[in-house]
């Protein structure tokens, strides 16, 4: 557990702020078809040790039956939202494996023109990096935690990659994010379960501030014009039924079908039922561990605002 001690004691230093709680977030392994019940599970410590090492506990004591992540950044009250974030003292990265697993991940990061990381944690397929700031960036506001995530978003960028093979994940790229917890382990795959390890601690590396890493790393590009859609009705249908019977890849499986359920709603603009028809085609050639439920299509629908 020493790890597990160490890597919370690192990564909620320095917050001067009593209000603040760290997050523990257990989740069910996507094989799991039935969840047990996790009342109780998802808890909020206070940044002091002896809290941090009650948490450390927690965690561990979860290991062999969930996958537990922290949130990155610590919370005001008992929330996991975006809006429960005020203050950030680290910047972080995803960068899954893919197909060259925790050594292409490794290489990835070394080719990659940014400072050497205070922290590397070995999530299971790929790394988890981080790197201290100088200073705590308060986030007060939406647009302070919107200027925040797109330093977030360019480091990935700075970082790159493609799948299938090693990439910066900027879905982990949000103020919200949360991650793996060293000394637990990544449940994923019911026969081959993996420790999640504290890879790197260089505590004495180099430090930058907020200003630094914002003059310093890349743009994101422009962003792509909207997509023009064709006006005949068929031949929309034919687009779309030819989009659903392609699968999507093993991994990131439920974030591209809610992402694809906005797409249909909001962009193409076909109502929900059709869209819930298309994901269900969707979901039934892509690979996994299980299908996507019914009752999980139905709620990437419904999220859709």
């Known amino acids: 557990m020493s790890e597990t001690i160490t890597f919370l004691y690192s990564l909620f230093d320095g917050y001067a702020d009593d209000t603040l709680r760290a997050e523990i977030r257990p989740r069910p392994p996507v094989w799991r078809e039935q969840a047990p019940i996790q009342y109780g599970l998802r808890r909020w410590y206070p940044l002091t040790q002896a809290a941090l090492r009650a948490m450390a ?63 590397v944690v070995i999530s299971g397929n790929g790394l988890h990096v981080y790197w201290r700031l100088s200073e705590v960036v308060p986030l007060p506001d939406p647009d302070a935690r919107s200027r925040f995530k797109l330093l977030l978003q360019r480091l990935c960028r700075a970082i790159d990659g493609e799948a299938p093979g090693a990439h910066a994940d900027s879905s982990r790229a949000d103020v919200a994010s949360i991650l793996r917890v060293p000394g637990t382990r990544n449940n994923k795959r019911t026969d081959q379960p993996r420790g999640v390890l504290l890879d790197t601690f260089q505590p004495d590396a180099e430090v930058h501030s907020y200003t630094w890493w914002r003059a310093n790393l890349p743009a994101l590009p422009a962003p792509p014009p909207p997509k ?38 909001r962009d193409v603009g076909i109502d929900r039922a059709q869209a819930l028809e298309l994901l269900t085609i969707k979901a039934s050639v892509s690979p996994g561990q299980r299908m996507l439920t019914a009752a999980e299509l139905e709620a990437c629908v419904k999220w859709v605002r």
């Open 228 to 265: 023009q859609y064709s006006s005949d009705p068929m031949k929309v249908a034919a687009g779309l039924l030819r989009w659903a019977e392609k699968p999507y890849p093993e991994g990131k499986r439920h974030k591209d079908f809610v992402a694809a359920a906005a797409w249909l709603i």
């Open 57 to 119: 506990r927690h965690a561990v004591s979860l290991a062999a039956s969930y996958d537990v992540y922290c949130g990155v950044l610590p919370r005001v009250g008992h929330q996991g939202t975006q809006q429960a974030v005020t203050a950030a003292r680290w910047l972080w990265c995803d960068i899954d494996g893919g197909s060259a697993g925790v050594e292409g991940a490794r290489k990835l990061l070394a080719s990659a023109d940014v400072p050497a990381p205070h922290m």
